[in-house]
Structures are given as structure tokens and as C-alpha cells.
């Protein structure tokens, strides 16, 4: 898809349309991910089910994600693949005046201008993406408890944890023992 292409598909249209409940899809993949550059995430596939609940001073949207994106492991940075599904809601707020540092406290209620065209909702999908990630981005554990890892990364890892404990020991301490061994 098209920058422009995937842009569109987040814009809905307010002005002129009726009160009401509409439904809209959408999806975010490779191309998306690229362009909204979330923390380290490149790819991904994910559908989203939009449904806008429109009146005359509020619109209420609410976004279901499903899908999964895919980020470079904290530990050996090879590819994860996360399941996401999971659902936000955005209220918005038609007014006939937006009064100056209205939208700033508050990031899941938005106040508008009442004649404003389109709601641009990439944003928003971009940042509940962001917060729906984990904390900690790592390769599961298999049955036996075992880390699924890049096993070079593992070994590479144990061998410099084992170096920076061998260089811990207190000096005097190892004095000591060669003493006690004299
Ligand atoms: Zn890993």
C-alpha cells in the first residue's frame, strides 16, 4: 500500500454525515508498521474493526485490534512474533469553539471544532498499538521452562555473565583464600 493509500483508510468522514452507528474496517501491515515506526516494530498484520457511534455533540469510536506484530527480541534480537487483541475507545467532543490547551490532559477524549471534516484516527491507532505492547519483549520459555532464544546468543550470554562474576570477587577476599591455602 501507498502512504497515502494507508493514511486514508484511518479518516473518517464527520462533515455531513447523519447520526448514527457505521462500521468501518482496517489493517495494519508491513507498510504501516514502516511508516508509523512504533518503538522497534517493522511488521506485522493486523485487522482492526472500527465502529463510530455518531451524534450531534459526541462521536465515540471504538477500535478492536487483532493480529500480531512482530519485534526484535530484548535479549538476542532476533525477530518475535506477539499476538495483539485487544480493543480501545476514543471519545470525541464536537464543540462550537475548541478553547485553547482543551486537548492536552486527556489523550482518549479529544475535543473538535463541530465543523471539522474528517477524524484522523492514525494517531490513535498508532499509540494504542504502542501501549498494547509489553513491557519486556522476549522469546517464550518452551515446556520445559527452556528460553527459545537464539541459542548462540544464549551461550554468548552465559559466557559473559560467567566472565563478569569471575571479575566481581573481591580481590581482598581472594587474598585471603590464598593464605588460608599457604
Ligand atoms: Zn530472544
Redesign the pocket.
Known sequence: MEEKEIREQFKLRLSGVEDGTYCYSANCDKAFFELAEISDVRDGKLDLRIEMHKTEKLVSVDCQFKGFVIAP?D??L?P?TLPMDFEQRLIVKLVPTVEEGENDDDDDIWVLDENTYELDLFQFVYESIFLALPMQI??PDDENGK?T??PAVLAKLQELSKKENDQETDPRWDALKNLKLD
Open positions: 527480541c535479549r538476542c532476533l518475535v522476549l522469546h528460553s532464544c537464539d
